[in-house]
């Protein structure tokens, strides 16, 4: 009875590893081979390549764009939250004048112009990298792609923002 133990044992010891290496071949082979897709690509060169059917050189320009254009934007974004800020901590204070709301809009206002002219820059240098057989599609998707991102989340806020059970319904 022991050495049927011992020998049932054995057999499950050797199953679970062999299921190991099995595993682990199955992730360093398959790692490298190109058949996983590349977490790194964002939707919009999804897009660029599936839908307007860009060629891997046309991949590349634009993903020289991307960062080109990511370096000029997040400034610009990070300056018009710091606009948005300024507006709403008027909240609650009694100096707060329509004059001043007003003012602080305009402010955000014209960096909003200033972010728009950018993203409209960005998608007319993506055109000029189409070939004319690509442009037609292009144009004819680029404003639902700007609406898709110009949808805002909807996720609540984080805690650290705000607690949800003070949000007005």
């Given at each position: 009875?022991?050495?049927?133990?011992n020998k049932a044992l054995?057999?499950?010891?050797?199953?679970?590893?062999?299921?190991?290496?099995?595993?682990?071949?199955?992730?360093?082979?398959?790692?490298?081979?190109?058949?996983?897709?590349?977490?790194?690509?964002?939707?919009?060169t999804e897009f660029l390549?599936?839908?307007?059917?860009?060629?891997?050189?046309?991949?590349?320009?634009?993903?020289?764009?991307?960062?080109?254009?990511?370096?000029?934007?997040?400034?610009?974004?990070?300056?018009?939250?710091?606009?948005?800020?300024?507006?709403?901590?008027?909240?609650?204070?009694?100096?707060?004048?329509?004059?001043?709301?007003?003012?602080?809009?305009?402010?955000?206002?014209?960096?909003?112009?200033?972010?728009?002219?950018?993203?409209?820059?960005?998608?007319?240098?993506?055109?000029?990298?189409?070939?004319?057989?690509?442009?037609?599609?292009?144009?004819?998707?680029?404003?639902?792609?700007?609406?898709?991102?110009?949808?805002?989340?909807?996720?609540?806020?984080?805690?650290?923002?705000?607690?949800?059970?003070?949000?007005?319904?």
């Amino acid at each position: 009875m022991n050495a049927s133990r011992n020998k049932a044992l054995l057999a499950i010891i050797a199953v679970l590893l062999v299921s190991n290496i099995v595993v682990l071949l199955y992730f360093v082979v398959l790692k490298d081979s190109g058949k996983r897709p590349d977490k790194r690509r964002s939707p919009m060169t999804e897009f660029l390549q599936k839908e307007v059917g860009f060629t891997p050189q046309q991949l590349a320009l634009f993903d020289s764009l991307k960062q080109r254009h990511h370096a000029l934007i997040k400034p610009l974004g990070e300056d018009l939250s710091r606009s948005r800020d300024s507006l709403y901590s008027l909240i609650g204070k009694p100096a707060a004048t329509d004059s001043s709301l007003q003012a602080a809009a305009a402010v955000i206002g014209r960096k909003q112009v200033v972010l728009e002219l950018q993203l409209f820059d960005n998608f007319r240098q993506i055109r000029s990298i189409c070939t004319p057989a690509q442009l037609p599609k292009f144009d004819s998707l680029a404003p639902s792609i700007v609406r898709k991102m110009m949808i805002p989340s909807r996720r609540f806020p984080s805690p650290k923002k705000a607690d949800s059970s003070t949000l007005a319904h």
